[in-house]
């Protein structure tokens, strides 16, 4: 009789897996509204307050400045409290940031309200991938953590198509408000999740650990063994400042979470979510015709994901990136290059919009989900909690300051030069991907771990010639307490 849901073709425990992995993603959801809603508020927020060009990019930023420490704090509840309570936290005061910046009646209050939202964001990135690649199997972690990203880029296209139709009235107020009702829904939800199996572990708690993974797994022997693995892992306990300083290995892994994390900043995506409009409006669209450029955006950024959803455990990660990062190039390239020109036709304006189009499809297929799954998979146990606060604490540090840096960019370069500098970055990165970044496609946390610690190249971490007996021992010695 157990085997009865396997003979008719339904999973049960895929499709409690999948909802339970929908529910924590709708933190993404919380991040996605957040960076899109400014980009339709902040011409109306700076014609309210007379804001300058340094405060309409501070105005942005302060929620990168806020999400940067959310982030740390992030990594201290997830440990702590565990990583439902985080979440938890994470909605709560991503609800009174929105409200914030809707009441807000200067500048300061508005970064103020900023700021606040952008803590709810930081916990919340760090938290909710990581809570993620905990409850997904190995078959399944790459796309699980990609719907993390699923998520953002449909809270992206809700503000996206909020803000246009705020904008006929010019209600920026309304813009936020409405921002805090998914916050009030994820809230919601998060009740409803399970505890991470191994924080459960973490606490001592292998009973109610192994129901968990028995109801995600829905086999019993399978949840054993799992539960075995990470007992064994557990024996690690975390030492991440002390592991920092005294192992090469757990460094490397450190250096690269924050290069994968600067990597997805720099290759200019939130240059486009933060000032599309802006950049319409400099390829001569004027008017609700910039917002409606900007919710095509949202979209096509929403749909492109679902290819990296699909492809991620097939292809694996670095054929992915390697074409993400060329599209983005030829993209930002082909887009300086039109915006060089002085009054644009309607045709290369449309052609403007089709090539911001391409670079957006380029970068929802590959660095937005990709990088979050691999910054969750690279960091060894001991360590995790601290890699992981690093590398997120790097995503947001990279993108206050593309934020708080690209208007003055273009008054100080130029509409063409400009874009090709993130065009430059992009072909850049190929070759990055190509020297350090590891193919962990169908590998166990374990087994990548130990790959790391045996002193193995980055980029062999994952797939790669086998590990020598010599180097595995290697490997679990230097992983040890």
């Not at 309304?174 to 191994?198: C, H, K, Q, T």
């Not at 557990?234 to 400042?241: I, M, S, Y």
Request: hydrophobic share 50%; glycine share 10%.
């Amino acid at each position: 009789m157990e085997n009865q849901p396997a003979a008719t073709g339904f999973d049960t425990a895929r499709l409690r897996t999948l909802i339970i992995g929908c529910l924590a993603a709708l933190a993404g959801l919380m991040a996605g509204l957040d960076i899109g809603v400014i980009s339709g508020a902040l011409d109306l927020v700076a014609r309210t307050f007379h804001a300058s060009t340094l405060q309409q990019e501070w105005i942005v930023s302060a929620m990168m400045g806020g999400a940067a420490i959310g982030s740390l704090c992030g990594g201290w509840m997830s440990h702590q409290i565990g990583r439902k309570h985080a979440l938890l936290v994470g909605a709560a005061v991503f609800v009174a940031g929105s409200l914030a910046c809707a009441l807000a009646w200067s500048i300061p209050s508005m970064i103020a309200g900023r700021l606040i939202m952008g803590l709810a964001i930081g916990v919340a990135a760090f938290t909710a991938p990581l809570y993620l690649s905990e409850i997904a199997s190995e078959q399944a972690r790459g796309a699980m953590i990609s719907t993390y990203q699923l998520m953002i880029t449909a809270g992206i296209f809700i503000a996206f198509l909020s803000n246009t139709m705020f904008s006929y009235s010019g209600n920026w107020r309304g813009m936020f408000a409405i921002a805090a009702v998914p916050g009030v829904l994820f809230l919601i939800g998060v009740l409803f999740l399970p505890y991470s199996p191994r924080w459960l572990m973490m606490r001592g708690r292998r009973k109610e650990a192994l129901e968990v993974l028995v109801d995600l797994r829905d086999d019993h022997s399978a949840a054993m063994q799992e539960i075995q693995n990470i007992s064994r892992q557990l024996q690690q306990k975390q030492r991440g400042w002390s592991l920092l300083r005294n192992n090469r290995n757990f460094r490397r892994s450190i250096f690269l979470g924050m290069a994968l994390q600067v990597m997805q900043q720099l290759a200019g995506v939130n240059v486009v979510m933060y000032y599309a409009p802006k950049i319409f409006a400099l390829a001569g669209y004027v008017g609700p015709a910039q917002l409606w450029c900007t919710a095509m955006v949202g979209l096509v950024n929403m749909l492109a994901t679902f290819i990296a959803i699909g492809l991620v455990d097939r292809w694996g990660r670095k054929p992915i990136l390697y074409t993400g990062f060329i599209i983005m190039a030829v993209g930002m390239g082909c887009l300086g290059f039109m915006l060089n020109r002085p009054n644009l036709g309607q045709t290369e304006q449309i052609i403007s919009v089709f090539m911001l189009l391409i670079y957006i499809s380029g970068f929802a297929m590959s660095a937005g989900p990709l990088i979050w799954v691999l910054c969750s998979e690279v960091q060894p146990l001991q360590g995790r909690d601290l890699g992981i606060s690093i590398s997120t604490l790097t995503n947001w540090i990279a993108n206050m300051i593309v934020g708080a840096s690209f208007l003055s960019l273009l008054q100080w370069m130029g509409n063409g030069p400009t874009f090709w500098l993130f065009a430059g970055f992009n072909l850049f990165f190929v070759l990055v991907t190509w020297r350090f970044v590891p193919e962990t496609r169908d590998m166990s946390l374990e087994k990548i771990e130990q790959r790391l610690m045996a002193g193995l190249p980055l980029r062999e971490i994952g797939q790669g010639r086998p590990l020598p007996d010599s180097r595995q021992a290697a490997g679990q010695t230097a992983s040890a307490p």
